[in-house]
């Protein structure tokens, strides 16, 4: 209730200036004990699980807006409800308001699910839309805009993030003005490490594209997840002291200011080892050994899904589908994890320097 609290303040805050508030329910409020429980000021107009239309007169030669919504009854809606929301009002600006996931999105479950021909199709001018927080407009002869969140939540969410400011002219022109709002942007950093021989020249790379990024990043703090990537004869080391690494992208991440590392992400490899009079070397051919061998056994897969297992049964309800909703996604997830576990055995079984060098 406090979250509710605090959106009923705002929004009288919107009230007290003369802005009204229109809104719709979506796949998480359309239960929500709160959202039933919130009261509302007179300029805000929640839709309910019905369409309907609300007409907005205005001075006389202006055209009057007709805003037509329609909240979810349930958290699911399988179906088009396009077909469902009332006819455009002659001589009027038709402003829809949607809750869908258009033609699907990955990561995201299906909504409403329409076509941006099915909104044009309705006569309105614009649509606005809501669930997929990546923003996206269609232009046609309806204005179509998903304008996504303001705020990026984690790495999965990274990019530069909005509100969109749209008007509309008596001659139902439509513009549209993206206000970035967001305090933070997370980004992913991808750094091609090959070729790299000395430690030192890692971290001047990292340097150097850690800038680059900030440079480009329009809000206020930078969260980085750094992806180092390409065969380089550092990789042991790097997977080895990957707390190190760490360490000194964030260090940078000071110096260049405003700048903070979310995660380091180790993607490399060393380059193929080329075998000498005294044979290859011995680690390497271990690693082939357990790719080729070990990995993807059937011995090894059960061992692999009993640990997991196990492990799953201790842990909270909440937290159990940390290795996947599904057989599949599990089986796939525990594969990463081994691969992620050999090339870290792997490096600590490496020689090199020791743990303080730097």
């Known amino acids: 209730m406090k979250t509710a609290r605090f959106l009923a303040g705002e929004l009288s805050r919107l009230s007290k200036a003369g802005i009204r508030t229109f809104i719709i329910r979506g796949n998480h409020d359309a239960m929500s004990r709160v959202t039933k429980e919130l009261v509302l000021p007179e300029a805000v107009r929640l839709f309910g699980g019905t369409p309907d ?111 969109t400011l749209v008007s509309i002219d008596n001659d139902r022109a439509v513009k549209l003005e993206e206000k970035p709002l967001a305090l933070a942007e997370f980004k992913r950093v991808r750094i091609d490490v090959s070729g790299l021989t000395d430690w030192p020249d890692l971290a001047h790379a990292m340097t150097r594209n850690l800038e680059a990024a900030r440079k480009k990043t329009a809000a206020p703090e930078l969260v980085a997840r750094i992806e180092l990537h390409g065969a380089t004869p550092l990789a042991w080391r790097m997977h080895r002291d990957s707390d190190l690494l760490l360490e000194e992208a964030k260090e940078q991440g000071s110096r260049i200011g405003n700048t903070w590392i979310e995660k380091l992400a180790i993607e490399s490899d060393a380059p193929p080892a080329r075998e000498s009079n005294t044979g290859a070397d011995p680690l390497v051919e271990l690693q082939t050994l357990i790719a080729d061998r070990v990995l993807g056994s059937a011995g090894f897969d059960a061992a692999l899904e009993a640990v997991a297992s196990q492990v799953q049964g201790q842990l909270p309800t909440d937290l159990r589908n940390v290795f996947g909703a599904d057989e599949a996604a599990t089986r796939a997830a525990l594969q990463d994890l081994a691969r992620d576990g050999v090339t870290e055995v792997l490096a600590r079984l490496r020689a090199g320097p020791t743990r303080g060098e730097t």
């Open 53 to 163: 239309t609300v007409m907005i007169e205005r001075a006389a030669g202006d055209r009057p807006v007709a805003i037509h919504g329609l909240s979810f009854a349930n958290p699911r809606a399988p179906d088009n409800l396009v077909p469902r929301y009332k006819p455009a009002v002659a001589d009027a600006i038709n402003i829809g308001m949607l809750h869908t996931s258009l033609g699907g999105a990955p990561g995201h479950d299906s909504y409403a699910p329409c076509s941006p021909a099915d909104l044009a199709a309705s006569g309105y001018d614009y649509w606005a839309l809501g669930h997929i927080h990546k923003r996206a407009v269609i232009e046609g002869a309806s204005t179509i805009v998903m304008p996504g969140i303001p705020q990026g939540r984690d790495i999965n969410e990274d990019g530069s993030k909005s509100v």
